[in-house]
């Protein structure tokens, strides 16, 4: 029996890292740290916002996914998901990019919070002045 291959992506959005693995596959399932992605992801939005990837190129029934995310909250590791998803899939199949490339999924959200400035309260934030 031949092994079957295994394609890689790596996703990055604010300080959340995601490795995600996808393996063709007749059952599909979506593991995240080894839970399941609704076990992990609490909220509907960031649960759907980590499928979107499966859904545009419509392989949700076909392909098995495996993941580790670390670092920041839920909000940043379903982008993080979202983004490996998406790098492993075009790995999977070239063909899948012009699809996932107009749904904006290709694209790496630069945005991070703000370094603490020294003499300030937080970023930009000051102290409040006073006279006396």
Not at 11 to 24: D, H, T
Not at 59 to 71: F, H, N, P, Y
Not at 98 to 115: N, Y
Request: with cysteine; hydrophobic share 35%; net charge positive.
């Amino acid at each position: 029996m031949a092994k079957s291959k295994v394609f890689y992506g790596t996703g990055r959005r604010k300080a959340s890292i995601a490795r995600v693995w996808i393996i063709p596959s007749t059952e599909s399932a979506y593991n995240v740290n080894k839970k399941t992605v609704d076990d992990y992801l609490c909220s509907p939005l960031w649960i759907t916002e980590a499928r979107q990837p499966l859904e545009v190129t419509e392989t949700l029934d076909k392909i098995e996914v495996k993941a580790t995310v670390k670092g920041g909250g839920p909000r940043g590791q379903a982008g993080a998901l979202r983004l490996g998803l998406s790098r492993a899939l075009i790995e999977y199949n070239p063909n899948l990019r012009p699809v996932l490339k107009k749904a904006g999924f290709l694209t790496r959200d630069s945005r991070i919070v703000e370094q603490k400035k020294p003499g300030l309260k937080k970023a930009r934030r000051r102290p409040q002045f006073s006279k006396r």
